[in-house]
């Protein structure tokens, strides 16, 4: 959205620009001038050229300046809180009106991939004969929350719950973890291997999403109390990829339930324990603060909160 200079004026009759305003909830939501600048297609002089006129408007400073980006002073936090909202307010109205030219309204949604894909989007796939039209971003918890907050999406989907008041999040569901290998392999472990972490490891390669094993060393925290000594044979970043790697025989893996459900059905995998208190991880569904009020994001977070009751 292109916001025009535009003039509102605050409590105390201070005549605020549009756009300053919006270079400000960029900062604050940044946390830095640098990364408002990206998000915003600006130079770095130009942001903090805007926030310094915002402050003299103000008579007041909004931002302290740290060694590593901006902290927003108390000033900053209450103008943030106040107009934020508003601001993503008049996007949903620019955004509505481009959209009923087409007769739909656009949501755009972020989350992990393997997640969206195969649980948010058929659960939102009945609002589409509803007039939602849906645009979707895949990211690590970090990019899609940092995504939120600039106002690249509408809603998040996200493994990491977010601090601060400028998102709100609910929690959505939790996934099981399961330890995972091929038939083969399975068939190769005796009781006394199972029971132990390192020995297992010594005796079955290693699949993960990442060098450093998120999902392994998780599992292994959780089960064995421990950290696994090991190095990754296969690393692919997708889950349903570490799956089908798996499932061909090249090592044991951790997997959510969910998506693996259906081969452990079929035999391609063997789920070679089942502890007690098997390793969850809760997903939270995220906004921006306020934007509750707006149908779309509204209709959407509601249906996703019903269909995750059955998750």
């Known amino acids: 959205m292109v916001v025009r200079s535009v003039d509102i004026v605050g409590r105390e009759g201070i005549g605020m620009d549009l756009a300053l305003l919006r270079t400000f909830v960029t900062v604050h939501r940044a946390g830095s001038f640098t990364r408002a600048a990206a998000l915003l297609g600006l130079s770095q002089p130009a942001v903090t050229g805007q926030i310094r006129t915002l402050e003299r408007q103000l008579g007041r400073p909004l931002f302290l300046r740290q060694a590593r980006g901006v902290t927003p002073t108390t000033i900053g936090d209450e103008l943030a809180h106040r107009a934020a909202p508003h601001l993503d307010a008049l996007v949903e109205i620019a955004g ?10 656009t949501l755009h949604l972020a989350g992990p ?21 849906l645009r979707v971003s895949f990211g690590t918890a970090e990019e899609i929350l940092d995504g939120l907050a600039a106002g690249h999406h509408d809603l998040a989907i996200t493994t990491a719950q977010p601090r601060g008041g400028l998102l709100t999040s609910a929690p959505l569901c939790d996934e099981e973890h399961v330890l995972v290998a091929a038939p083969r392999w399975a068939a190769r472990l005796g009781p006394d291997v199972l029971r132990g972490g390192d020995v297992l490891l010594e005796q079955l390669p290693v699949v993960d999403v990442h ?7 998780r599992y292994w925290a959780t089960v064995f109390e421990s950290r696994p000594a090991a190095a990754g044979a296969v690393i692919a970043p997708d889950l349903r990829a570490v799956l089908e790697t ?5 090592g044991l893996a951790v997997l959510p339930r969910y998506l693996c459900a259906e081969a452990l059905e079929r035999g391609r995998l063997i789920a070679l324990l089942d502890p007690p208190m098997p390793p969850l991880r809760t997903y939270f569904l995220v906004v921006r603060t306020g934007t509750l009020t707006l149908p779309p994001i509204a209709r959407a977070h509601e249906w996703l909160m019903r269909a995750a009751v059955d998750w």
């Open 96 to 105: 509505a009106g481009l959209d009923e030219e087409a007769g739909t309204r």
């Open 211 to 217: 060098e450093s094993l998120p999902l392994i060393s």
């Open 113 to 133: 991939p393997e997640f969206t894909a195969l649980r948010a989007l058929p659960a939102l796939s009945p609002l589409i004969s509803q007039g939602l039209a």
């Open 246 to 250: 798996a499932a061909s025989g090249a």
